[in-house]
């Protein structure tokens, strides 16, 4: 997502039950039928696409994620702005099918370089490469006879309108990952990676809770306001799952700006870091400590500080990894009672 600046894994028996525990943007119009189509609902609407699709454009680390997990890295015809998310791609997936992708934009790409590359299918979001600026829209892939997929996260709430995100993040990543499954052909590798998903939110789940739930601040960037997330976006579901609370959970939005003051009154626990640049963690650490408000919150005071990358913080497969890192920071910081948690990966920037 580019901000619009202001495995399967070994599954537990119950796994297929668990998924249950998880469980569409803009354009009225689906793409027209090819002789083989599948019908899914994006962004509440149903929507078309050739099926199998081999020839998919991807842009952004999070849903080339989604791909990746569910083994449809053939199905890859081009992806952009995953420059920044390929070590991430490669520690969980494997060098072999990160570096298999054919990279044609380092961010955002032009109308002009989707079509240089005759996809079928364009899967991207609005922020996540859809775009009004860059003339690349959902409508306008249609009318050159690309099907465009929307990120669930990013639906937009109403036509027209800036505000995103229409279902919970869990609920949202569930829906996108058994659509891509379908359109790539991949059914059974979608229920298997939602079932692993699942198992391991419901763990989360019936992990010891604190009586109160911490406060946890996502900061993602900024300087004269904050950059951070709502209910509607995938750190909503993560810090939650986490066994915290997201300081801006009453906010309907996905990403989004608020001030300084906003920040400082919700007094949160612990401040957790997207691995964004052109702000390291370094500085993003600076500015906490020097802003007047701010540097005396006993979270400032205490370095209670977590920073993880971008990939795991947009929605995708790596949530449910990164929910498992918050928890056991959570637990060092003894915000939330310690439990059997084991993070799998460990993906925390220092």
């Known amino acids: 997502m580019i901000r619009p600046r202001p495995r399967p894994r070994h599954l537990l028996p119950a796994a297929l039950a668990a998924a249950a525990l998880l469980a569409g943007c803009s354009t ?31 842009n952004d680390g999070n849903l080339i994620s989604m791909m990746l997990a569910l083994g449809a890295q053939g199905s890859v015809t081009a992806v952009s702005s995953m420059q920044r998310d390929a070590d991430t791609l490669r520690r969980h997936y494997g060098t072999g099918p990160v570096d298999g992708l054919k990279q044609v934009a380092p961010e955002y790409p032009s109308l002009e370089t989707v079509l240089a590359q005759s996809p079928d299918v364009m899967v991207a979001g609005w922020n996540y490469g859809y775009s009004e600026a860059k003339n690349v829209t959902p409508a306008g892939l249609r009318e050159k006879g690309i099907a465009p997929y929307v990120l669930t996260e990013s639906c937009r709430q109403e036509q027209g309108q800036k505000a995103r995100g229409i279902v919970d993040p869990w609920t ?49 960037s900024g300087t004269d306001a904050v950059f951070s997330s709502g209910r509607f976006g995938a750190p909503e579901g993560i810090i939650t799952a986490a066994g915290a609370r997201n300081a801006l959970t009453d906010v309907e939005d996905t990403w989004t700006e608020v001030s300084w003051e906003r920040v400082a009154a919700s007094n949160p626990a612990a401040f957790v870091f997207v691995d964004y640049p052109p702000e390291t963690i370094q500085q993003k650490i600076a500015t906490l400590r020097n802003r007047d408000g701010v540097r005396d919150l006993p979270a400032v005071q205490q370095g209670r500080f977590l920073n993880l990358p971008y990939a795991l913080w947009t929605s995708g497969p790596l949530n449910i990894d990164a929910a498992e890192q918050i ?14 948690i084991t993070p799998e990966f460990d993906d925390v920037l220092r």
Do not use: M
Not at 175 to 191: K, M, P, S, V, Y
Not at 193 to 208: E, F, H, Q, T
């Open 28 to 58: 009225p119009a689906p793409a027209a039928p090819s002789s083989t189509t599948v019908t899914v609902t994006n962004c509440g609407t149903p929507a078309q696409f050739p099926v199998p699709a081999n020839k998919v454009f991807v």
């Open 172 to 220: 949202a990543l569930r829906d996108d990952l058994a659509n891509l499954g379908a359109i790539t052909g991949r059914t059974e590798q979608a229920a298997t990676v939602n079932a692993d998903i699942g198992a391991r939110l419901a763990a989360l789940r019936s992990a010891p809770q604190a009586a109160t739930p911490p406060t946890v601040f996502l900061f993602d």
């Open 327 to 340: 928890r056991k920071a959570l637990e060092g910081w003894q915000l939330v009672p310690a439990s059997t």
